[in-house]
């Protein structure tokens, strides 16, 4: 082989059960959505406060669409948390904690969800996220924040793209 085309080992990254085995930032949460199917077609669960993932009470609720190689962010709340539920497309969010008092302080994830793979992400204020759309068709996901929209004062702070404090930048989606 030539120098430097050496393999590289895939690490682990689920159990034998199927569960991710990466520690995601803290105060991230994943659930994932499981449709009930029957002959008439599906529903799937999208939020209840019984799941525990976030006591705060459900305020305001609207829907995103993000047309294909679209990438939304980056953005971050000081405020707000956000409930997001994945229901359509294929998408991938990157997080990135800027937290100070964050153990996680610095960690980068990256978690993708299709209609195959549906589930609400809670997102906690002071986490950077942007999402990226990978498939072919619209994507669409609903957010459920924690405080309602202000439109006056709105609690929504971004930075470009490509920027200096998060080291992720979204590639063409080819390779690893």
């Known amino acids: 082989m030539a120098p430097g085309a050496e393999p590289v080992k895939d690490r682990q990254t689920v159990s034998p059960d199927g569960e991710p085995v990466a520690r995601l930032i803290a105060g991230v949460a994943v659930r994932p959505a499981r449709p009930v199917v029957d002959k008439r077609g599906e529903i799937v669960e999208v939020f209840s406060p019984s799941w525990g993932l976030d006591p705060d009470p459900l305020v305001y609720v609207y829907q995103v669409s993000l047309r294909p190689g679209a990438i939304k962010g980056w953005v971050v709340h000081r405020n707000q948390d956000d409930r997001i539920f994945h229901s359509g497309g294929a998408v991938r969010w990157a997080l990135?904690?800027?937290?100070?008092?964050?153990?996680?302080?610095?960690?980068?994830?990256?978690?993708?969800f299709s209609e195959r793979n549906r589930a609400l992400m809670v997102i906690p204020r002071g986490v950077f996220h942007a999402v990226e759309n990978l498939g072919p068709g619209e994507a669409v996901f609903v957010n459920l924040p924690t405080a309602p929209y202000d439109h006056a004062d709105p609690d929504k702070y971004r930075l470009p793209i490509r920027n200096d404090l998060i080291p992720f930048a979204f590639d063409d989606g080819r390779g690893w």
């Open 96 to 112: 990135y904690d800027a937290r100070p008092e964050s153990p996680t302080r610095g960690q980068l994830d990256l978690l993708t």
